[in-house]
């Protein structure tokens, strides 16, 4: 089983950065896919970012694309969310995912099997 645990969010202003990491415990294997997720207030949970262990190739949400940079460090153990040029409508509860290994469906979250309990990132105008 995995365990996920995020830190990292916090109140900012517009424009500012912030950088997430997710601390990975558990079992997991080099073709594991590792995201984060956002959830909005009063919306649905959507697709930020992913990235496999195995190699560095990563994807994007068309609403962060440019702006944020998903990482991992295997000798960490953790995965990493860069954000840049923060938008009050970045405001969410971002959240990591694992998910087995699988080629598609990345951006849907019912194929991801282990969530982080989600840290909260408020952006101020």
């Known amino acids: 089983q995995v365990q996920l645990v995020e830190s990292g969010g916090g109140s900012v202003q517009t424009g500012a950065s912030l950088r997430l990491s997710c601390l990975v415990s558990g079992r997991t294997s080099l073709n594991d896919v590792m995201a984060w997720f956002r959830q909005p207030p009063g919306k649905e949970r959507e697709f930020v970012a992913a990235?496999?262990?195995?190699?560095?190739?990563?994807w994007y949400g068309d609403l962060v694309n440019g702006r944020f940079t998903i990482a991992r460090s295997s000798a960490q153990k953790t995965i990493y969310l860069q954000m840049n040029r923060l938008k009050p409508e970045d405001t969410a509860i971002y959240y990591c995912a694992g998910a087995p290994p699988i080629d598609s469906g990345l951006r849907d979250p019912a194929n991801y099997n282990s969530w982080g309990q989600g840290t909260q990132v408020t952006v101020s105008s």
């Open positions: 990235i496999r262990w195995a190699d560095p190739s990563a």
